[in-house]
């Protein structure tokens, strides 16, 4: 199976198993590691935000316009910042390593973040 690295504000690496075809805010929450997704993937707010190692970046497919539009709001913007949500897991993708930025936004009527 393949896997992937979430490394936590704090530097703390977390290597977890990544099905294909799960979003890595899906992989995320499956092992607890703390990324929000408070829209639940629908690319409404921009607490999936993900730093993704350099190495990766250039292996995932272009970010949407509407990701973008998200990025804009999210906290701690880096070159390789993307929504974990948007991030499908494929077997090019094995070893994929993201890392947490330090807090997040959330937008949505209700939520804090």
Known sequence: MPKMTFIETNGTRH????PLGLSVLEIA?????????ACEGSLACSTCHVIIAPEWYDLLKDPSEDE??????????AKTSRLG????MSEELDGLTVS???GTRNHLPGKSG
């Open 100 to 102: 947490l930025p330090a």
């Open 15 to 18: 290597e977890v198993d990544a």
């Open 85 to 88: 949500c948007q991030i499908i």
């Open 68 to 77: 973008e539009d998200m990025l804009d709001l999210a906290f701690g913007l």
């Open 29 to 37: 929450h499956r092992h607890k590691i703390d990324l929000e997704g």
